[in-house]
Nanobody
């Protein structure tokens, strides 16, 4: 079994910062691309940022210049530094990882999510 657990969500004022973390554990051989998604009430889940195993990054236009994704392959962790937060960033943030596990198959895994609320 593989588990992803997010942490760091909180209530913050507009203009503030938060750092989200995601830790992967379990029957992991290697982790390929990792990503952060978010889902606001009444909206579809959307990609926020992704990072490959070699740290190539990709960002949604709405967060470019404000958010920074990073990962530590040895620790099997990923982070999202969020600066200049806006009320429209309010959402549940999900960790996603493409993982080659000990069953010798590659699957997409999701964490349970962490709530980020930005007040105006």
């Amino acid at each position: 079994q593989v588990q992803l657990v997010e942490s760091g969500g909180d209530l913050v004022q507009a203009g503030g910062s938060l750092r989200l973390s995601c830790a992967a554990s379990g029957s992991i051989v290697s982790i390929n691309t990792m990503a952060w998604y978010r889902q606001a009430p009444g909206k579809q889940r959307e990609l926020v940022a992704s990072i490959t195993r070699t740290s190539f990054t990709n960002y949604a236009d709405s967060v470019k210049g404000r958010f920074t994704i990073s990962r530590d392959n040895a620790k099997k962790t990923m982070s999202l530094q969020m600066n200049g937060l806006k009320p429209e960033d309010t959402a549940v943030y999900y960790c996603n990882a493409n993982i080659f596990d000990r069953s010798l198959s590659t699957k997409n895994y999701w964490g349970p999510g962490t709530q980020v609320t930005v007040s105006s």
